[in-house]
């Protein structure tokens, strides 16, 4: 697949630090007056492609594009749309983005479908939520509010409590937080827990280690069981607010992010324990100066009479979508330059393809589902030792590879053999176990 000279936003790791806070303050410009701005992307068409319901993120990218002066077409239902008729998310995009549309908006059930829709587009793609994978336009509000709530985002503490399992609001969210220095604590509904690639990924790749630990500072959490697990940076000035890991006191709480259970992703988990946030809770000590956080919608996991506390800022964070999409938009589409920008990156970069070896264990992964049709399994080397991770290259979910093969002498070894380490890497194909690579036609050599 050619190059594609454009950037996309389907995990919040698209965009750098630098260029997050620079989108901060054009969208304060772009809030300043939000009718002034009607000339900026005229002649412009945007497609949101929503084949999962939503009001929030839907809405809010339309109205920041008629803001910004420019059109919009949308498929807001799919029973409406040709993939009730069995068209692939490829073949849609790539019919959509180009003369129908400047720039796509796309929301799927499937983990990994917004990477695919930017594979195939050849206009920039914004991931408005695709399955349990991310939700980074929600992050970004999410950020922009904490942001001016509390004037910085570097080091804050920050309660993440429900469904964290399913909810991709939280697993963008994580990512960013832990970019700056946030100290996580995890509050889940027993049995929906941050999924374990989360974790590796957050200590792998920004040094967060997970403890588990019982939160004792945080009442009033109706249903809540008090189960939580601590993050952190492993830097020891971030355990003084703590009194130890196995009985935490939250001295000093920033935000506690309130999520739904997910159902639509559950397979008719019980739920009717569920956590939900009251203004007992508000009471705490700890959360003196705690923002009240949610993506919404809200079913029950928030009482109505918490609405008014000035600590709530649920409603802000909808509100914000709209200047902050007009400057995400306007970014991506090149309307305003950003000074940290970074040059564009593929859509996809350069990874292994697996062949007949590998295969995404994600079940909700959209290679296991449409894209068994016509997507290749992609694969990214995370870590090359011990033994090497690789991660899906459309939902990101981690395998470990511990057999390493040669493409041309067809013989594959364990990960740790000289053999394997010999290996070039563009002469490598891995595989989770011997019956795998003997399935795909290797012979196994000792080691
Ligand atoms: N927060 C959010 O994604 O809301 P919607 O599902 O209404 O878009």
């Known amino acids: 697949m050619a190059e594609l000279e454009k950037r996309d936003?389907?995990?919040?790791?698209?965009?750098?630090?630098a260029e997050i806070l620079e989108l901060f303050q054009h969208a304060d410009e772009f809030r300043a007056n939000l009718r002034e701005w009607s000339e900026s992307c005229r002649g412009t068409i945007m497609a949101t492609l929503f084949f999962e319901p939503s009001t929030r993120t839907r809405l809010s990218f339309e109205s920041a594009m008629l803001r910004?002066?420019?059109?919009?077409?949308?498929?807001?239902?799919?029973?409406?749309?040709?993939?009730?008729?069995?068209?692939?998310?490829?073949?849609?995009?790539?019919?959509?983005?180009?003369?129908?549309?400047?720039?796509?908006?796309?929301?799927?059930?499937?983990?990994?479908?917004?990477?695919?829709?930017?594979?195939?587009?050849?206009?920039?793609?914004i991931n408005g939520g695709d399955g349990a994978h991310e939700h980074p336009t929600q992050t970004l509000c999410d950020l922009y509010t904490l942001w001016k709530e509390k004037g910085k985002l570097e080091?804050?503490?920050?309660?993440?409590?429900?469904?964290?399992?399913?909810?991709?609001t939280i697993h963008s969210f994580c990512y960013a937080l832990a970019r700056f220095h946030a100290n996580i604590v995890t509050m889940p509904y027993p049995g929906f827990e941050l999924p374990d690639y989360v974790l590796h990924r957050l200590k792998r790749d920004f040094g967060v280690q997970a403890a588990a630990a019982s939160v004792a500072d945080l009442p009033g959490l109706a249903g809540s069981s008090n189960a939580a697990a601590y993050l952190t940076a492993s830097k020891p000035h971030q355990l003084a607010l703590f009194t130890n890991?196995?009985?935490?006191?939250?001295?000093?709480?920033?935000?506690?992010?309130?999520?739904?259970?997910?159902?639509?992703?559950?397979?008719?988990?019980?739920?009717t324990n569920y956590p939900r946030l009251t203004r007992n809770t508000l009471g705490a000590a700890a959360a003196k100066d705690a923002r009240v956080m949610h993506p919404l919608p809200r079913v029950d996991e928030i009482d109505y009479d918490?609405?008014?506390?000035?600590?709530?800022?649920?409603?802000?964070?909808?509100?914000?979508?709209?200047?902050?999409?007009?400057?995400?938009?306007?970014?991506?589409?090149?309307?305003?330059?950003?000074?940290s920008a970074r040059p564009a990156v593929l859509s996809v970069t350069p990874g292994i393809t697996a062949g007949a070896g590998l295969r995404c264990r994600n079940e909700r992964c959209i290679t296991n589902n449409e894209g068994v049709r016509y997507l290749t399994r992609d694969f990214r080397l995370r870590d090359a030792e011990v033994?090497?991770?690789?991660?899906?290259?459309?939902?990101?979910?981690?395998?470990?590879?511990?057999?390493?093969?040669?493409?041309?002498?067809?013989?594959?070894?364990?990960?740790?053999?000289?053999?394997?380490?010999?290996?070039?890497?563009?002469?490598?194909?891995?595989?989770?176990?011997?019956?795998?690579?003997?399935?795909?036609?290797?012979?196994?050599?000792?080691?």
């Open 68 to 125: 910004l002066g420019g059109g919009v077409i949308t498929a807001a239902d799919e029973k409406n749309t040709s993939r009730s008729k069995g068209e692939s998310l490829a073949d849609t995009v790539r019919v959509v983005g180009g003369s129908y549309a400047d720039i796509l908006v796309v929301r799927h059930p499937e983990d990994g479908a917004a990477r695919v829709a930017a594979r195939y587009a050849r206009v920039p793609v």
């Open 306 to 339: 918490v609405d008014d506390d000035p600590r709530s800022v649920y409603f802000r964070q909808a509100e914000l979508g709209v200047p902050m999409r007009m400057a995400l938009m306007s970014f991506l589409l090149g309307k305003i330059q950003l000074r």
């Open 245 to 271: 890991l196995t009985n935490i006191e939250v001295n000093r709480i920033d935000a506690i992010y309130m999520t739904r259970a997910q159902r639509e992703r559950h397979s008719g988990e019980d739920t």
């Open 155 to 168: 080091g804050l503490e920050v309660v993440l409590c429900g469904d964290l399992r399913y909810s991709r």
């Open 387 to 447: 033994p090497p991770v690789l991660s899906c290259a459309y939902c990101e979910r981690e395998i470990e590879a511990r057999f390493v093969g040669h493409t041309q002498s067809r013989l594959v070894h364990r990960y740790n053999a000289a053999e394997a380490r010999r290996i070039k890497p563009e002469n490598r194909v891995y595989f989770e176990s011997e019956a795998q690579a003997l399935a795909a036609g290797f012979q196994c050599q000792g080691g």
């Open 9 to 17: 936003l389907v995990s919040i790791e698209d965009l750098s630090t």
